[in-house]
């Protein structure tokens, strides 16, 4: 991308021609942002989203973690206050667009952090400090704290703040009290700003008013490579000057953006130092409005918040190794619960230009591949049913999938320009590491700005971390041999 998009200025030589690969959250975002700055602007994308509307349950859609049902969207990271507070400006832009939209894409219904034990851990009570800090500290509730439960009745929240016991479960720990088990209830705490967004609905509706704007887009092709030129000076090096599709078609640009997710090491290796693919499991049940009435009432969004729970402590370099979480029924009446505590990976045999380890780098399985969960994860969801939602306890899985992420390597996203030369004329924008579909409506804006560029840039200084260390005799390594 030129230098002038970073400033928000308009191209500085006419109306310059910039490819997008990728119709998900941060194609969408980036793409129409670049369109009200004055570039043309064609979004390329393999999959048919002009047919399939976004269907989260298609069978042809193959591996885009945009595309679901919905979306968890909270503030509370934390020591990174940079996305608590994007977090509330993308929250702000949800409600406005709550207004213009058909259908509602963002529901304030609250979300119930729920601990390990009945204590709060030490990232919980960082996020109480940061929203202490901002003002906002009164839009938190945490369970057992008087003043908390009083402000809670009085703001209409009480009937969300739920308690949960503790309960003795077996012996795998000599340590109870530190387990949790111990008769008390889990400590929680109630973030009246969270909630979700419909991810799948959010990007149909992004996608069409892109194309309204002038955006075009092109569905159901697939970007074999980009495309590099010979610059004028002989001995200078080429440059990538276009894509090239499956079909054989070139087509010429000034900048192509990669922004196609878990597919995006695969079309620019370069990235894969950066990224690696992942996959977190999820599994729903699916309500029938008559047949479960009473349950299609009590986990609607008006009485029932997002929960998250932390089933185990985090591992002794700071990793999440246990996290659930369940959503409000949608309209449909799905109730969607992932597993996060492990992401899994799936390694291959990587290209010699791309980062490798042990000659492998992951990439997503298939989706006719990606529909049946690990058995770590059917057990560790099957626990939180029981203890959370315990009516649905015997009731068998709708649907299971794996969702495929694209992890960085510290959580923080990549968007940026690679600095190689011969790099010039690519831009990404990629890294969501499980957490970007909440900054739909401002991201595109905000890398515009430059406003995050010193923790999203490209940082092969930095040490891979966030599980990216691991290479393929990992734990998480779907291939590797027990």
Same mark, same amino acid.
């Given at each position: ?62 591996? %885009? #973690?945009?595309? +679901?049902?919905?979306?968890? $969207?909270?503030? &509370? ?6 996305? /608590? *507070?994007? !977090? ?98 889990? %400590? #929680?705490?109630? +973030?009246?700003?969270?909630? $979700?967004?419909? &991810? ?6 992004? /996608? *069409?008013? !892109? ?272």
């Amino acid at each position: 991308m030129s230098e002038s998009s970073k400033t928000g200025s308009q191209p500085a030589q006419g109306r310059q021609n910039i490819i997008v690969v990728g119709a998900g959250i941060f194609g969408l975002s980036l793409a129409t942002e670049l369109h009200e700055r004055g570039y043309r602007v064609t979004v390329l994308e393999r999959n048919r989203y002009d047919q399939t509307a976004y269907d989260p349950l298609d069978a042809s859609t193959e591996n %885009a #973690a945009s595309v +679901d049902h919905n979306k968890i $969207f909270r503030a &509370s990271y934390g020591k990174k206050l940079h996305y /608590q *507070r994007l !977090a509330f400006e993308a929250r702000q832009r949800w409600l406005e667009l709550n207004e213009q939209a058909d259908t509602p894409l963002f529901s304030a219904c609250g979300m119930l952090r729920v601990q390990p034990s009945n204590t709060l851990d030490a990232l919980e009570q960082e996020t109480l400090r940061n929203m202490t800090r901002d003002g906002i500290r009164s839009s938190q509730f945490v369970e057992g704290e008087e003043e908390d439960a009083n402000r809670a009745e009085a703001q209409g929240w009480a009937h969300k703040l739920l308690r949960f016991d503790l309960r003795q479960q077996d012996e795998r720990s000599e340590d109870e009290e530190a387990q949790g088990y111990n008769g008390h209830c889990f %400590a #929680a705490t109630l +973030d009246s700003t969270a909630g $979700f967004i419909s &991810s799948s609905e959010a990007c149909r509706y992004f /996608q *069409r008013r !892109a194309e309204a704007l002038g955006v075009h887009f092109r569905f159901g092709v697939q970007v074999q490579a980009l495309l590099q030129q010979q610059q004028a000076h002989p001995n200078a090096p080429r440059v990538v000057r276009g894509v090239l599709l499956s079909s054989g078609q070139e087509i010429a640009c000034d900048q192509v953006i990669v922004a196609c997710g878990s597919s995006s090491t695969q079309l620019f290796p370069a990235l894969s130092y950066h990224v690696e693919s992942s996959a977190g499991s999820v599994a729903a049940f699916q309500l029938d409005a008559v047949r479960d009435a009473a349950l299609w009432e009590k986990y609607a969004a008006e009485r029932f918040p997002v929960i998250t729970w932390k089933s185990a402590v985090r591992d002794g370099e700071g990793r999440d190794t246990g996290s659930v979480y369940v959503l409000p029924r949608t309209k449909e009446g799905v109730i969607k619960i992932g597993y996060r505590g492990v992401k899994y990976t799936n390694f291959q045999a990587a290209p010699d230009s791309a980062y490798s380890q042990k000659g492998q780098w992951s990439i997503p399985l298939p989706s006719v591949s990606s529909h049946i969960i690990p058995r770590q994860s059917t057990s560790s969801i099957r626990t939180f049913v029981q203890l959370f939602l315990p009516e649905l306890a015997q009731r068998p899985f709708a649907w299971t999938k794996l969702c495929w992420y694209t992890d960085s390597l510290d959580n923080e996203f990549v968007v940026d320009r690679p600095p190689k030369e011969e790099w010039s004329g690519v831009f990404v924008c990629t890294g969501g590491s499980g957490h970007g579909a909440k900054f739909l409506p401002v991201l595109g804006k905000v890398r515009a700005e430059g406003v995050m560029k010193s923790f999203w840039r490209w940082r092969e200084d930095k040490p891979r971390g966030n599980g990216l260390d691991e290479g393929p005799d990992g734990d998480r390594n779907l291939n590797r041999a027990t």
